[in-house]
């Protein structure tokens, strides 16, 4: 099993966890940044933008997480809500926020959210892939017991080995489809006549969507609503949602193309 605990100073820890959660952010802000002059964004925006959303994010991963499993932090201490060390950050509910935010600062610094999304579509990507992998050392986020792993390197299937049992890596099927999703995007965004302004964040809740519906029923650890895992309920959304948003886009005769 590998120690959670990257770097320890005395009572100090840096787990994995949180190093692999910021090496995504950090490369979701770099890649934006680079991308932000082709669509007439100001860097900087990114700068302020990453500062504010970043911490709402975690706090509204976490929100989202406790409101669905809100039967089990209702008998804990109520200090247990805020110990997110423990596990329990939700993707959807940063999503979410983040979301949330960025339409707001859109709106305060005069730029297209369209744009916005478009260039932040394939960093949140990139990010989620090496996120997973913090789930991997926390030994979370895997599906049912299997007989072997055996496809898998050794290390995968060494860690994949919890209360007895192999589990199913679901963690390393939604990094790597997010991995895959980050190279199809990159691979067509610049290419010229082929999509139209806000597609690329369209094809981010097609992709991810799909992705996350099955792998999600793989899982063992979802939060349900009404019978349902809530984040195939969310994913299913996002897919329907997309699919409508993209065929929008088509219709509409005077938005152009990209012309890069």
């Not at 840096?14 to 002059?37: C, T």
């Not at 979370?140 to 496809?151: R, T």
């Not at 981010?204 to 650890?221: A, N, P, S």
């Amino acid at each position: 099993m590998i120690n959670p605990i990257a770097i320890q100073f005395g009572p100090f820890a840096i787990r994995w966890y949180a190093l692999f959660i910021v090496s995504g952010m950090l490369l979701a802000v770099y890649l934006a940044m680079k991308e932000a002059p082709r669509r007439k964004i100001i860097p900087d925006d990114i700068l302020d933008f990453i500062l504010i959303a970043f911490p709402l994010a975690i706090i509204g991963a976490r929100l989202y997480y406790v409101i669905f499993d809100f039967n089990y932090y209702a008998s804990q201490p109520w200090t247990e809500i805020f110990a997110i060390w423990h596990g329990g950050l939700a993707i959807y509910g940063g999503l979410l926020t983040g979301a949330i935010v960025l339409f707001v600062f859109s709106y305060y610094r005069a730029i297209n959210p369209l744009d916005f999304l478009d260039i932040a579509a394939p960093g949140v990507m990139i990010a989620q892939a090496i996120g997973r992998w913090g789930n991997f050392i926390n030994q979370e986020a895997y599906g049912k017991a299997v007989k072997s792993l055996d496809y898998l390197p050794d290390f995968i299937k060494n860690q994949m080995y919890i209360d007895g049992s192999y589990r199913v890596p679901t963690f390393l099927y939604e990094s790597m489809w997010n991995l895959l999703g980050f190279i199809i995007i990159m691979s067509v965004r610049h290419r010229p006549c082929f999509l139209k302004q806000g597609e690329i964040a369209f094809f981010y809740l097609i992709w991810y969507g799909c992705g996350r519906f099955v792998i999600e029923g793989m899982r063992t650890d979802s939060l349900m609503f009404l019978g349902m895992r809530v984040s195939q309920w969310l994913s299913a959304v996002l897919i329907l949602l997309g699919i409508v948003l993209v065929a929008w886009r088509r219709n509409q005769k005077n938005i152009p193309y990209y012309q890069e």
